[in-house]
């Protein structure tokens, strides 16, 4: 085929689509009488009209649906994500126990001095990269006692606000979320 004829087949193409199409083209017939066709015709586009509009209102529905279900697979995952994290974390913090009973230690050789940095160095290590995770060290020694994120051996009676004096175990948060109190004694301060 030529250029020519296609040209002219993308023209005849163009010419049958802006053609009126006829009722019977439609599937419908047409009452002889104008006004009543007319009638007709209107009865026909409002009928078409609502079924569009349900049509549509139903895909916007599907569509929302779908959102919500994008949305709350989003949150499943993350929320299977910090699961997974926290179990690693957990079992990691014995490590970090131990790690943080061997920093203080005192050593006096130069031997000892060298494996406590090495020590020391590896602790830091991992605590950074759980940081990355979202891990953080709940604070304790001078601070104000919070029931929330500290576990007091032993409480002093007394009159005055209960402050943390000594942490003898770490406490830590993960993304802001409680995952181990820290053990702590407590001292009243005056106030």
Do not use: C, W
């Not at 009638?39 to 919500?68: C, G, H, I, M, P």
Request: aromatic content about 4%; cysteine-free; glycine content about 6%.
């Amino acid at each position: 085929m030529t250029e020519q004829n296609q040209g002219g087949d993308e023209q005849v193409a163009i010419v049958e689509a802006l053609k009126t199409p006829n009722p019977h083209d439609l599937g419908i017939e047409l009452p002889e009488d104008r006004d009543e066709a007319v009638d007709f015709l209107l009865r026909a586009l409002e009928a078409s009209q609502q079924e569009s509009t349900s049509y549509l209102d139903d895909l916007k529905r599907v569509a929302a649906d779908f959102d919500n279900y994008r949305k709350r697979t989003l949150r499943e995952q993350r929320t299977i994500l910090d699961r997974a994290a926290e179990r690693v974390i957990q079992k990691l913090l014995p490590a970090l126990d131990s790690l943080d009973a061997a920093v203080n230690t005192k050593v006096e050789s130069e031997a000892g001095q060298q494996l406590l940095s090495g020590m020391l160095g590896t602790r830091e290590q991992l605590l950074a990269a759980l940081g990355e995770e979202g891990l953080r060290v709940i604070p304790t020694v001078g601070e104000k006692f919070d029931p929330e994120v500290h576990e007091p051996v032993g409480a002093p009676s007394g009159e005055g606000q209960l402050v943390v004096s000594q942490e003898l175990r770490r406490g830590y948060l993960l993304n802001d979320r409680l995952i181990r109190a820290a053990l702590v004694t407590l001292e009243l301060k005056e106030t």
